[in-house]
């Protein structure tokens, strides 16, 4: 078969097709937010004092905030507002037959190369000029020939692909013998699936319901990195609902848009989104269909969330295994049946990065540079900052600390009186805050404050005693809207 080449300008033609279709990314460069993140404590490497471990992060005091507010939100939208979902927390450490079962132990596992000279690993499919490989192509032995690859440090020589479990295995018991061999789960979906029948029986639940989990995972992953979006201990935040067979398909569709309109609804913008569905090849052992929500990051386009169609693979799976009755009987049909699995599969660590890159703002005012995070207020590390113009008065620091002791009754609120004003409000912008409460002399003669809004800088004086109404009317005001899902 003879293949037709584009000519030049139809080549710059797509070339430019493609770049127009490109956002771009919110932030150019990651750079930008690891430095803000360390600087104003929301990540930092952990272990930092012997020189870190690669590939994982500790969330200082802000970032502990904005991902319990990530995982809050979510929880909100999937379990709190729904009456067909239900939540789980179930052990990270699971019977090591489970991922047997589930195909984990045979098939979750990422090609490796490895260089033979200075010996580095590399996933293949991340090496420079694999961009098209295919999932055979993954399984090829001789692909590293074919495409003429090479160690992108040296130059190097590299190895045939080898498949590398991402697993990682401990011991359970004094004794390290196999024989107690655990595995630390590598998706909290397993522990969803052992559970089906302790849920619909407790519960009383009728098809479809789901159960939500949020929760810690681990992967061995070869070649991590980007900041947070690749970690080998990091969150999860998935749900799956249990579904008639002849019903999967419809729903697997009708989650899509909720997933997305999750995202859109804390700020993500619309444009730095996109779906992309799997090829029939790269498929995951366990999906009939997957489709990826897809976020536009600094470094590309790259998956913020999975929403997979898993058939009866895990529940049949479990039940031919454990030879526990798995199945579901339908008293409209009159019949019983392995339910089906619509998965959503998202994680709080790679959605709090996009929320944050999405946030970030630089704007010249008054010839400096405002940096900004305009954070939905719901996500915000602190809701609101009260601060003292004048620190060396006693009565307008004490009068702010009236403030800030009501106001944490129901909010995050904190006080500084570490810098001039502008200083303060600049700190506060930089980390989100969405107001700003100073405290005047005049507020001693007149009993009023002056509330700043993060986004607009605009000033608004309200009586003292207004001041916790008007912060929780604000919040529950930007939590409306439509339910997210
Ligand atoms: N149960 C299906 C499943 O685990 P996945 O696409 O492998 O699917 C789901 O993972 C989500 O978990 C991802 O979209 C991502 O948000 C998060 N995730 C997966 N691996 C991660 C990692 N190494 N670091 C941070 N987040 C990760």
Redesign the pocket.
């Known amino acids: 078969m003879t293949e037709t080449l584009p000519t030049a300008p139809e080549a710059a033609a797509d070339a430019a097709a493609v770049a127009a279709s490109d956002p771009g990314p919110a932030v150019e460069s990651l750079d930008t937010i690891v430095s803000l993140a360390k600087r104003r404590g929301f990540v930092f490497p952990s272990s930092e004092i012997y020189g870190g471990i690669n590939a994982v992060w500790d969330y200082g005091p802000l970032g502990v905030e904005l991902k319990n507010n990530v995982k809050r939100a979510w929880w909100r939208a999937m379990v709190q507002e729904r009456d067909d979902i239900v939540g789980l927390d179930a052990g990270i450490l699971m019977h090591p037959q489970v991922w047997v079962t589930s195909g984990h132990v045979e098939s979750f596992s990422d090609p490796m190369v490895e260089c033979a000279t200075d010996k580095r690993r590399f996933r293949l499919d991340e090496l420079p000029g694999t961009e098209d490989l295919t999932e055979s192509d993954k399984r090829d032995p001789g692909i590293v020939e074919r495409l003429g690859l090479k160690c992108p440090i040296d130059g190097g020589p590299l190895s045939a692909p080898r498949h590398f479990n991402l697993m990682f295995r401990t011991h359970m018991g004094p004794v390290e013998d196999d024989g107690a061999v655990v595995y630390l789960r590598?998706?909290?979906?397993q522990g969803s699936y052992v559970n089906f029948k302790n849920v619909a029986q407790s519960m009383r639940r009728k098809l479809p319901f789901g159960i939500a989990q949020v929760g810690k995972?681990f992967?061995n992953?070869i070649s991590?990195g980007s900041f947070?979006?690749?970690?080998?201990e990091?969150e999860?935040m998935?749900m799956q609902y249990f579904v008639r067979p002849a019903e999967a398909s419809r729903i697997f569709e009708e989650w899509l848009p909720r997933r997305w309109r999750w995202y859109t609804r804390y700020g993500v913008a619309e444009r730095r989104l996109r779906f992309r569905e799997h090829a029939p090849d790269e498929l995951a052992h366990y999906a009939k269909k997957a489709v990826d929500v897809e976020y536009r990051f600094p470094f590309g386009w790259k998956?913020?969330?999975?929403i997979?169609n898993r058939g009866d693979w895990d529940l049949g799976r479990h039940q031919a295994a454990s030879g526990e009755n798995l199945e579901y009987f339908d008293p409209q049909a009159n019949e019983s049946f392995v339910p089906w699995v619509v998965?959503t599969?998202?994680?709080p660590?790679?959605?709090a990065f996009t929320f944050l890159i999405d946030a970030y703002r630089e704007e010249e005012v008054r010839g400096e540079k405002r940096v900004s995070l305009a954070l939905h207020p719901e996500l915000a590390p602190y809701k609101v900052a009260v601060l003292p113009l004048l620190k060396k008065r006693p009565e307008i620091v004490q009068l702010c600390q009236r403030l800030v002791t009501d106001l944490r009754r129901d909010v995050m609120a904190v006080y500084d009186d570490t810098a001039s004003i502008g200083k303060l409000y600049r700190r506060q912008d930089e980390i989100g805050t969405p107001w700003c409460v100073t405290v005047d002399v005049e507020s001693l003669e007149d009993a009023a404050v002056t509330v700043r809004d993060r986004d607009t800088m605009m000033q608004e004086r309200i009586s003292v005693e207004q001041v916790h109404r008007f912060i929780t009317d604000r919040l529950a005001a930007a939590r409306q809207g439509e339910p997210a899902a």
């Open positions: 590598p998706e909290t979906a995972s992967r992953e991590p947070v979006f690749r970690m080998r990091f999860q998935e998956e913020l969330e999975g997979h998965e599969a998202g994680g660590d790679r959605a």
